[in-house]
Structure formats: C-alpha cells, structure tokens
C-alpha cells in the first residue's frame, strides 16, 4: 500500500493504523515523512516530478492519494501540487498496474451550495476555491481513468477531518478521525468501487450530505458531533446569519466572495 501526503496531519494519524490493517507501508510526502515506523519506507519527493511518482508508484497495491496542498493559495502552486501531482498519481497507477486508488478530494469542490441545500456524491461541482477547483478537476480526471482505463478510485469529498468539531459549522462538517479510517477500510472492501465519490463525514445529527447513492461502499460512521462537541457549544457562535461564511457550505473558504448585483 501506498500513502501519499504521509507528513501531513491526517497521513501521521492513519500511518500506525494501517500498518497494524494492511501491513507494509510506502509513504511518500514532498518533507520528510520520518520517523518511520517500523514497515515503512519512506520517500521525500514532490508530486510535481513525474519520474519520481513513476518510482514511487511501481510496485504498490492499492493507493492512498491524500498528498497535495489542502488549503487556498496561488494557482501556481496549486497546479503544481493537486493538479500535475493527481495526474501524475493517477497515471503512474494506470501504468503499473496499481490500485484501488482512495483520493482526497474535498467539501469545497461543492463548497458553494447554500447551507439548506442537501447532497451526496451525485452533486454537480461548485467550487469555492481555486483549491476547490483542483478537487473538482481530481474528480474529474479520477472519473476519466475509471472509464477509459477500468479503474478503481473512490474519491472522499472529505468535510472537517479534525480530532474534535470546533465551530458551529463543524457540527455539519466533521468527520471523527476513526470514522475517515472506517470510510477508506469500506473502500477497500468494496467489491467493485469503480468511479465512486463520497462525503467524508461523521453520523452528525446536522449534516447536508450523506451517502446513500453509494450502497456498495459500507461505510457506517459511528461517531456524531453533536455529542464531541461540548467545549465549543460553551464559547458559543458570534457570527451573523447574512456572513458568507454561514451561509455556503465551504465556510471559510468563500472568503472573497461576492455579492452578485441584481441585473435587470
Ligand atoms: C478542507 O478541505 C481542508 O483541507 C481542511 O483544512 C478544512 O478546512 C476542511 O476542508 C473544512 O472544510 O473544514
């Protein structure tokens, strides 16, 4: 198996738990991913390079993609690591023979469907992002491979992946740590994934997204936010009902929206 991104927050929570579940481990992150545990071997490349996720992928079984920049910045930047880094991924799978392949794309590739609005994966793109945006083309490009080429790539639009909601919004959003390690273990047990995209959420009592288009993947949360959530029901929530960021779904991540004008 092979987990990219395995620097990352999520990657050095997952590493010892799929060691124990799958055994042998390649982790890849574009900084040193030590200290290694035992099973591991680590590699320090960049997405980017071709060549190098050419390497790194021959040889492997199923995929873990969660490398590549999880937050907003500049479309350089973006390009080079979710854009060229998923192809790149995605191509050397093809080529070796690797797979299945669980990507993580993200809540923000629909971050701009209002808050009363309800979806599961069948739902169009609407991105709030350029990050958003690299996760929508992800999806896209995962759908081509599964089509043209037989693939096998579940792509988790993962919500709030945090150790404990933190605002208001999260009730919504989150996802319990072991409830992400559930969804990739139902991925992997699924008989026949083909081209499937997923929330990645928790059995919130206030969440707009489920799963149920996708029976073939058990997939069956376990935690909820409402009842993780008690520190921050104490410090309350101070922003207005008309703040852009209460009312999309991205949150934080329409910053810079703007009101369209009214046209005649
Ligand atoms: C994401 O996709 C981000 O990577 C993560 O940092 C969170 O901001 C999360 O979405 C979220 O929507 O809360």
Redesign the pocket.
């Known amino acids: 198996m092979l987990l990219t991104g395995a620097a990352g927050v999520l990657g050095r929570w997952l590493r010892p738990r799929l060691i124990e579940r799958y055994g042998a481990l390649r982790c890849s992150d574009i900084v040193d991913p030590a200290p290694g545990l035992p099973g591991e071997k680590l590699s320090t490349i960049d997405l980017a390079d071709a060549k190098a996720v050419d390497r790194l992928v021959k040889g492997v079984g199923p995929i873990i993609h969660f490398g590549g920049i ?2 907003e910045t500049d479309f350089k930047a973006i390009d080079a690591s979710n854009i060229a880094g998923t192809y790149n991924v995605f191509e050397a799978a093809r080529r070796h023979g690797a797979g299945p392949i669980v990507y993580a794309s ?3 590739a629909t ?1 701009f469907y209002t808050r009363d609005e309800r979806l599961n994966g069948k739902a169009g793109h609407r991105p709030d992002s350029l ?1 958003g945006v690299s ?1 929508a083309f992800g999806e896209s490009l995962a759908s081509f491979f599964v089509d043209k080429y037989d693939m096998d790539i579940a792509c988790l639009r ?5 150790p404990e909601p933190k605002d208001p ?2 009730l919504s ?1 989150w996802q319990s740590y072991p409830d992400l390690l559930r969804m990739i273990e139902a991925c992997f047990a699924a008989k026949k994934l083909g081209f499937t995209v997923l929330y990645g959420v928790s059995a919130n009592k206030r969440r707009w997204w489920s799963n149920n288009h996708a029976p073939h993947v058990a997939y069956k949360p376990k935690d909820n936010a409402e009842y993780a959530a008690a520190a921050m029901f104490k410090r309350g929530d101070k922003r207005k009902a008309d703040d852009p960021f209460v009312k999309f779904q ?4 329409v910053e810079g929206y703007v009101k369209r004008r009214k046209t005649k």
């Open positions: 999880s937050y993200s809540n923000h971050g990050y996760k993962i919500g709030t992946a945090a919004r999260h959003t991205g949150g934080p991540f």
